[in-house]
């Protein structure tokens, strides 16, 4: 079985918001994916943005650079 690692996981308050941080993301090579929000987070759309721990900081910065609206920035252990 595999085991949880830790996760930087990006909530957003609407959906659009989450698929502007997908093109972005493609465009620009941030690191990670979309995914349904973790139950242990409350969040607006339903919808995340998780990338390994290790990259945390190239989030953030991504989400500064790109001017990104979000909601939230979480670390959970996931699988």
């Known amino acids: 079985m595999r085991a949880k690692t830790l996760k930087t996981v990006v909530t957003f ?9 997908e093109g972005a993301a493609r465009e620009h090579g941030v690191p990670g994916r979309i995914i349904p929000v ?11 943005w998780a990338a390994d721990a290790a990259d945390a900081d190239a989030l953030s910065n991504a989400l500064d650079r790109l001017s990104l ?3 939230g920035l ?3 252990m996931m699988y």
């Not at 308050?13 to 941080?21: C, E, F, G, R, V």
């Not at 973790?38 to 995340?48: Q, T, V, Y």
């Open 74 to 76: 979480f670390e959970v």
């Open 69 to 71: 609206a979000y909601e």
């Open 38 to 48: 973790p139950s242990e987070i409350d969040a607006g759309c339903g919808l995340a």
């Open 13 to 21: 308050a609407t959906t659009s918001d989450a698929m502007a941080m």
